[in-house]
C-alpha cells in the first residue's frame, strides 16, 4: 500500500490510530420526492406552483421529503455513474442563519458528462446533514431517490445522495443544467476521526466545520460538502484513495467558473468579512476604508468586486469590527457577493466572520480585538521574512498575504490561494510564525495555475527560509524529511506504469514534496541567479504551454533543459537509484608547493529510469572540491578531480536529489591498483 502525506490534521491521526479500521455500510435510507421550493427567482418561478414553498425557509429546513424506505443493501448509483459528470460553473444563492447553524441554497450548475458512455442517471450529494428539496432538469422538475452513503469526503462520515432518472440519456460529452434547493444544519463533526479511534481533542481541532453566530467555515471538498457534488464514496480506512479523490477532484473541477451572493441573518453583531473561494469579499454596499488602496487582484483571475484592500500606508491600521448590541432584537441582514471566478485547484471554501483587520503594505491580518499583541508579532515577521523572498521573486506581490484568526486555538491551519486561516498566538517567535509565512509570501509574489509550480515555489521559499536561518544541511534535512513517502508513493516499475507527471499531479506528495524538490534540483543545475530571474519573469498569463517555465529558466541560464524537464516534470519515470561504483586515487607526476598532486576518478551507476545530476564532493586536508555529475538513466558516468593532497572519502549526493533508498553515499577512496 503506497503512503502519501496529506493533511496534517490526517496524517496525525492515521499515526496515532494505527491500522485502518474497516468500515460497515449502515442500511441505506431511501426516499423519493419531488421536492419542495424554498425559495426561487427568475425563470423558476413557474415552478412554485408546482412545488409550493413552505411558510419559512426555517420551516423548510426541518421539512423533509417522504417515501417508502428502501431495503437495506439499495444501491440508487454506481461509481461509474457518480463520478461521470465534471462541472463547469456553479451560481449560488446562499441563506445563512447562523444563530441556528443552518444553511438555505439554491445552486445553479452547469456540468459535462466526461464519461465515454451516454448516461441514464445521474448522482448529486451533499453532506449527510443536508437535505433535497428540489432538483430541475434543463428547467423541468424531475423526480429523485435519496440515499444516505457512507464516505468521509464530508466531515460527518455520510453524504446525502439523490439520483435522478433522466427523460432522455445524456449523451457523452454532452452537457446539462440543473437547478437544486436544498438546506440544513452544519455544526462541527469529528465523526469519521472518532470511529476510527482518534481521541477527541485530536479529532476536534482537525474537524472545526460549522455555521455558528461569530464564525460560519465551511472548507468544501473533502472537510464539509455544502454544494453539490458527484464523487465515488471512500474512507479514510482505504489508504490513500481518500485524500486521492479530494485531488482528483481539484484537478478535475479546477477550470470550473463559481459565482456567490450570499445572505447572511445577525442580530447582534455584523459580520464584516467573507472569504469565498479564497477571495477576500467586504459586504455589498460597504464604503472602501480610508486607510487601504486598491484591491491587488490574483494573477490568475481578475479580483472580484467588493474584495478586501490591502494596506497602503505605512505602519498597522486596526479596523474593528461593529460593536456588538445585546439588546438588539430586530433581525438584520448583510450579503456578499463573489462574481464568477475560476475555481481553480481548491475545495471551494466558504468563510463568514465578524473581524477587525490589522493592515500594513502587503498584509491583512483579520482577528479579535483583543488579541493584538498576536497580531503585532505576525507584522513584524512578516516584514522581516519579506525582504528573503523578494530577493528571489522580485520587489512587486501579486497580491496581499491575508492571516485570519481561527477561534480556537488548538485548531490547524487551513490554506487557499493567499490566505492561510490559523490560530494567532501571542508570544510565537519568528523561528515558529517564519516558515508559514514564508509559504504565504510564497503565493504573495508568485502565482500559477500550474499547481506544482504554485505550490513548489511556496515551498522553495520556505525552505530558502530555513537555509538562511540555520543552514543548508537544515534545510536539506527538511526536504528530506519527507523523501521515504515520495519514494514509497512512486510507482515500482516506472518503465512500465508511470506514475504522475508534475503537470497532471493530484497528490500533495507530488505537486507540493516532489515539486519543491525538483527546483531545488534546478537551482544546483542553473545557479541562483538564473532560478531567480526565471520566477521574476514568469508571467501567468503567458503560461499556454507546460514548457514555458523551461523557456523561461533555458534563456536565462543559457542551459538546455529538456533532459530533466522530460524526466522529472512532463514525466514521471520514478526516482534515481545510485551506487558508488568506484572511487580511486593515484598521485600525478608533477607537483605543488605542498607536495604531490592526487587525480581522484569516481564512477556512479544510475539503475532507473530516470537521470540525475548530483553534486560529488571530494575532500582532502587542505581543500574540498564539489563538482556536477549527470549520470543518464541505466547506465554509469565518471568524474575526475585534481586534489592538492591525499583525498578523504567521497560523497554522491547531499540529500538534494531524491533517491529510491539513501539520498546521501559515501565511500573511502582507496589508492589505484
Known amino acids: 500500500m503506497n503512503f502519501k502525506r496529506h493533511s496534517p490534521g490526517f496524517i496525525l491521526l492515521l499515526f496515532m490510530a494505527g491500522s485502518a479500521l474497516g468500515q460497515q455500510t449502515d442500511p441505506a435510507q431511501v426516499s423519493s420526492s419531488n421536492g419542495q421550493v424554498i425559495f426561487s427567482r427568475g425563470d423558476d418561478s413557474a415552478n412554485a406552483a408546482d412545488n409550493p414553498a413552505p411558510g419559512s425557509r426555517s ?13 437495506s443493501n439499495a444501491t440508487l448509483a454506481t461509481d461509474a455513474e457518480r463520478t461521470s459528470l465534471t462541472y463547469i460553473s456553479y451560481d449560488f444563492e446562499v441563506h445563512l442563519e447562523p444563530a441556528r447553524h443552518s444553511i438555505a441554497v439554491e445552486a445553479r450548475l452547469v456540468a459535462r458528462n466526461s464519461s465515454e458512455k451516454p448516461l441514464d442517471r445521474i448522482a448529486l450529494q451533499l453532506s449527510s446533514s443536508l437535505q433535497w428539496y428540489s432538483i430541475q432538469v434543463d428547467g423541468s422538475p424531475e423526480k429523485f431517490q435519496t440515499e444516505t452513503v457512507d464516505s468521509d469526503i464530508d466531515h460527518t462520515g455520510e453524504l446525502t445522495e439523490a439520483v435522478v432518472k433522466l427523460a432522455k440519456p445524456l449523451a457523452a460529452g454532452a452537457t446539462i443544467r440543473m437547478n437544486a434547493i436544498y438546506s440544513g444544519t452544519i455544526s462541527q463533526s469529528a465523526e469519521r476521526l472518532l470511529r476510527l479511534g482518534a481521541p477527541a481533542k485530536v479529532a476536534e481541532s482537525s474537524e472545526w466545520d460549522a ?56 442580530l447582534d453583531v455584523k459580520p464584516t468579512i467573507a472569504f469565498l473561494n479564497g477571495y477576500a469579499v467586504r459586504p455589498d454596499g460597504a464604503s472602501p476604508d480610508k486607510s487601504v ?7 490568475s483571475a481578475k479580483g472580484p468586486a467588493g474584495s478586501v484592500p490591502s494596506a497602503a500606508k505605512q505602519g498597522p491600521a486596526f479596523v474593528a469590527p461593529p460593536e456588538a448590541d445585546a439588546g438588539n432584537t430586530v433581525l438584520q441582514v448583510v450579503s456578499f457577493t463573489l462574481p464568477s471566478t475560476r475555481l481553480g485547484f481548491a475545495p471551494l471554501s466558504f468563510f463568514v466572520m465578524s473581524a477587525g483587520r490589522e493592515g500594513v503594505p502587503g498584509l491583512d491580518i483579520y482577528s479579535r480585538a483583543d488579541n493584538q499583541a498576536a497580531a503585532s508579532t505576525y507584522r513584524s515577521v512578516f516584514q ?9 521573486l522580485g520587489p512587486r506581490p501579486k497580491r496581499p498575504v491575508v492571516l485570519v484568526e481561527l477561534p480556537n ?49 511556496a515551498q522553495l521559499m520556505t ?12 534545510a536539506i534535512d527538511q526536504m528530506g524529511s519527507h523523501r521515504a513517502a515520495l519514494a514509497i508513493a512512486e510507482t515500482a516499475d516506472p518503465g512500465v506504469n508511470p506514475g504522475q507527471s508534475l503537470i497532471e499531479a493530484w497528490s500533495d506528495i507530488y505537486y507540493r514534496d516532489k515539486a519543491v524538490n525538483v527546483l531545488w534540483m534546478l537551482r544546483n543545475i542553473v545557479g541562483d541567479e538564473a532560478l531567480g530571474k526565471a520566477l521574476q519573469a514568469y508571467t501567468p498569463a503567458n503560461d499556454h504551454e507546460p514548457s514555458y517555465f523551461q523557456m523561461l529558466l533555458q534563456k536565462a541560464s543559457n542551459k538546455d533543459l529538456e533532459w530533466f524537464f522530460d524526466d522529472w516534470v512532463y514525466r514521471d519515470r520514478g526516482l534515481p537509484d545510485l551506487h558508488i561504483v568506484s572511487a580511486y586515487w593515484r598521485p600525478m607526476l608533477n607537483k605543488n608547493s605542498s607536495g604531490k598532486n592526487y587525480l581522484v576518478s569516481v564512477d556512479v551507476q544510475n539503475n532507473s529510469f530516470c537521470a540525475a545530476e548530483v553534486p560529488v564532493t571530494v575532500a582532502s586536508a587542505f581543500s574540498t572540491q564539489t563538482r ?18 591525499k583525498p578523504a572519502p567521497v560523497v554522491v549526493n547531499d540529500g538534494s536529489v531524491p533517491e529510491t533508498e539513501s539520498s546521501r553515499h559515501e565511500q573511502t577512496v582507496i589508492a589505484a591498483q
Do not use: C
Open 59 to 71: 420551516q423548510a429546513a426541518e421539512a423533509s421529503p417522504t417515501a417508502p424506505p428502501a431495503s
Open 211 to 266: 455555521i455558528g453566530p461569530d464564525f460560519a467555515a465551511l472548507r468544501g471538498f473533502g472537510n464539509a460538502i455544502w454544494f453539490p457534488v458527484s464523487t465515488a464514496p471512500v474512507l479514510l480506512g482505504q489508504g490513500p484513495e481518500m485524500f486521492d479523490s479530494v485531488g482528483k477532484w481539484k484537478l478535475r473541477e479546477s477550470d470550473a467558473h463559481v459565482a456567490m451572493r450570499v445572505l447572511v441573518e445577525y
Open 293 to 299: 488602496a486598491s484591491t491587488v487582484s490574483p494573477a
Open 384 to 392: 522581516q521574512t519579506r525582504m528573503a523572498v523578494e530577493q528571489w
Open 409 to 457: 486555538g488548538d485548531d490547524l491551519p487551513f490554506e487557499e490561494r493567499n490566505v492561510l486561516f490559523l490560530p494567532l498566538k501571542a508570544g510565537s517567535d519568528s523561528d515558529t510564525i517564519g516558515p508559514a509565512m514564508a509559504h504565504m509570501l510564497g503565493h504573495a509574489y508568485f502565482a500559477s495555475r500550474r499547481v506544482w509550480l504554485n505550490e513548489g515555489v
Open 463 to 474: 525552505l530558502l527560509w530555513i537555509e538562511q536561518r540555520a543552514g543548508l544541511t537544515t
Open 628 to 645: 556536477e555529475l549527470l549520470i543518464p538513466a541505466h547506465t554509469s558516468a565518471s568524474l575526475r578531480m585534481l586534489l592538492d593532497s
